[in-house]
């Protein structure tokens, strides 16, 4: 039993056990995956409810007071999916094991009069396995793409029971309905690498008092590869060098997860957040240079959010942390063009330019004056898509020229950040307006992204390039795989973990960034159950950060390395004269061949995070003629290092 895990027991009794794998539904109530051979496939559901158009989507995965019941071999889930912009359905499904396939009953009530979509039951499956595979409707057999087309459903219409086959003919997902029912089979790789089947329980409006049902029955069958890996290291090729690995403390900074994730993880890269909405509440005028914060500084008072603030910038320049202070939020008078009860997509009108520039102007000078802190890059976060102030390409160009010039004669070392941008699908030619523009990029200190919901190798590739070709370094800002996770806790489930740790992976592999900042190290997205400090509360995930942040330091240089099986990913990275590899396995138990290590490299020690197990040391290992042979359990991410490990959890 997991002690640090509350929830975890209904998840465990909904793992169907065998000697081969097994089904698991997770705490939340979403499928995770479903048992294959000697392995599985992985495969997720949700309930959603969208609203008329699918401007907004209500879901059993983004709901914050699911209840939860278990009689028998059933366990149920039940939550009201409500929209503020629309009306609200209760739901209740209940999943039960029958000989391997997993029943799940949806039940869906209407709470009010409104207009929605239908109720949905969503089946997620990775494009990775599945592009190129077949889909078979009822009797119809269909293609599904093995890249994205043009056109994003792949199929719709009405069927009793769906096939989807993977590309190699080896395994399949199979989902019998009851009776003939209207579904819709997207291509969802504009927004994520999956393929999603909507099914619906109930369409069209659902008028207060009326109930629909539905019955979901789904397996998996066939097999996995689960044949050994092999792992070559390249130390003769060094891909990039890293400034370091480390944290978002923007919001919840006064948490005890913050001082403990400054206390014991080697963080080597940061990012705060800049309050202006409390550092120019209202108008105070000046000169309009911003060098001058003496009215300003009022605001500043003990045990203030402000304060905190300062004191933490402080705090990051005395250890030498590289960080970026970015603006989510600015007070209601220096902006335009949304609703007090909507701050997104704000815009920053002309007429108010002036202002802007003395405010942060001001609280940089401040910062570096009275506190000794002095960013080394700032941003807006997210411009593109206004989270909270928007810009177009060419607008994000022109205020890089504006701030840009105002450091300058401020004496501010503080360059800045190119992008920022909320994902990185496609979105690096956002930056292209500044990057034509010699006059802007002289005050470009670095370019950015956030990599939420992924990318493929391709597009993280796309920003790589483009950071190579601007000679900059490459940021990712806000590191983390679901920014609707915070909704109902779902970034504390182990499969949570387990996509980070896939992430992490691929960031590394393929987008050759020089800064990975996750989102959060404080409570926001904790890495710790709760609010505690101490080792009890530790969790996979910020076991996890630790074998990235300690075990990778900064300044390292990320090496070549390459795998014969795509079930493993590997990345390795050479520090001074240290090396260290992890090896990240979301699958089940492989058998690992490394080879290619340096001729001294004569013994690794080993250090394994996997579900109760919190960076755990193990035997050290030895290495003949440039390799050594490891067992990775499943679902673990193993490193071998010649770097001191430090103390475990």
Known sequence: MNRRHGLLGLAVLLWITSAQAQNRVDEGGQLDRLAAGQGWLTVRSDVRVPLKGWSRTSSLSGAQNVKQAAAGDRRTWSATLADRNGPAVQIEQSVRDEAGKLSFDITATGMQDGNIEGVLFSIRLPTEQFAGGMLAAGEQPVKLPATLPAESVVWSGTAPSLRFTDARGKAAVRVELTGPMKVTVQDNRKWSDEFVANVYVHGGNLPKGQTARGQIRIWAEGEVDTSPARVTVDARQARYRLIGIGGNYCFSIESPVTRYTLENLKVAAA???????????????????????????????????????????????????????????????????????????????????????????????????????????????????????????????????????????????????????????????????????????????????????????????????????????????????????????????????????????????????????????????????????????????????????????????????????????????????GYTIHLANPKWNRAVTVEGLPAEVKELKVVRTARGELYRKLQTVNAADGKVAVELPAESLTTLTTLDTGREP
């Open 271 to 577: 990012r705060t957040e800049m309050s202006l909405r409390m550092w120019e509440a209202v108008n105070v005028g000046g000169d309009g240079l911003g060098s001058d914060w003496k009215e300003f500084a009022k605001a500043d008072v003990p045990l203030s959010r402000l304060r905190r603030e300062f004191e933490l910038m402080a705090e990051l320049t005395r250890k030498k942390i590289p960080f970026t202070t970015s603006i989510w939020r600015m007070p209601g008078w220096m902006t335009e063009g949304a609703s007090d009860r909507d701050a997104a997509k704000r815009r920053i009108p002309e007429s108010q330019w002036g202002d802007v520039l003395q405010s942060v102007g001001s609280y940089l000078v401040y910062a570096k004056e009275k506190y000794g802190a002095e960013p080394d890059y700032f941003s807006f976060n997210e411009p593109d898509i206004g989270i909270d102030i928007l810009f177009t390409a060419e607008a994000h160009r022109d205020a890089i020229k504006r701030f840009g010039e105002r450091f300058e004669k401020l004496g501010l070392k503080t360059k800045l950040i190119l992008g920022d941008v909320a994902n990185a699908r496609g979105t690096d030619k956002y930056c292209l307006p500044t990057a034509n523009d010699a006059a802007a990029m002289k005050y470009v200190g670095a370019v950015a992204f956030h990599s939420w919901n992924g990318a493929s190798p391709q597009q993280y590739a796309a920003w790589g390039d483009l950071a190579e070709r601007l000679k900059r370094p490459l940021l990712v800002n806000e590191a983390g795989v679901d920014p609707s996770a915070w909704r109902g806790g779902k970034y504390r489930y182990f499969a949570y973990a387990m996509r980070d740790m896939v992430h992490y992976q691929e960031l590394l592999l393929h987008a050759r960034p020089q800064s990975v900042i996750y989102w959060e190290f404080t409570s926001d997205y904790s890495l710790m159950e709760g609010e505690e400090r101490g080792r009890d509360a530790v969790t996979e995930r910020l076991s996890l950060q630790k074998h990235w942040c300690n075990l990778t330091p900064a300044a390292s240089e990320a090496l070549g390395v390459s795998c014969d099986n795509g079930g493993i990913l590997a990345t390795a990275f050479r520090n001074g004269g």
